[in-house]
Nanobody, 114 residues
Framework: QVQLVESGGGLVQPGGSLRLSCAASGMFFSNYAMAWYRQAPGKQRELVASITSGGSTNYADSVKGRFTISRANAKNTVYLQMNSLKPEDTAVYYC????????WGQGTQVTVSS
């Protein structure tokens, strides 16, 4: 059974940084392109960043240049380094495959506020 566990969120001031982690289990992690998604209150879940099994990355325009996705296949973990955070980045962040195929985890709350 596939399990995704996100962590690393919190409250941060505008301009601050956070590093999110997603620990995956129950599948052959290195075979899959992975992604981070976010859902703000009252909005649909959106794709933030993705990374292929080979390490190629793509980003939503809204986070390009500020966020960096990476992965550690030996640890079955995908990361999201978030810099220069803005209030509009406030959301619950989730990971999944680049085309979502597994049950969603609980997510991790990111709040950007002064």
């Amino acid at each position: 059974q596939v399990q995704l566990v996100e962590s690393g969120g919190g409250l941060v001031q505008p301009g601050g940084s956070l590093r999110l982690s997603c620990a995956a289990s129950g599948m052959f992690f290195s075979n899959y392109a992975m992604a981070w998604y976010r859902q703000a209150p009252g909005k649909q879940r959106e794709l933030v960043a993705s990374i292929t099994s080979g390490g190629s990355t793509n980003y939503a325009d809204s986070v390009k240049g500020r966020f960096t996705i990476s992965r550690a296949n030996a640890k079955n973990t995908v990361y999201l380094q978030m810099n220069s955070l803005k209030p509009e980045d406030t959301a619950v962040y989730y990971c999944n495959a680049d085309t979502p195929r597994w049950p969603w985890g609980q997510g991790t709350q990111v709040t950007v506020s002064s």
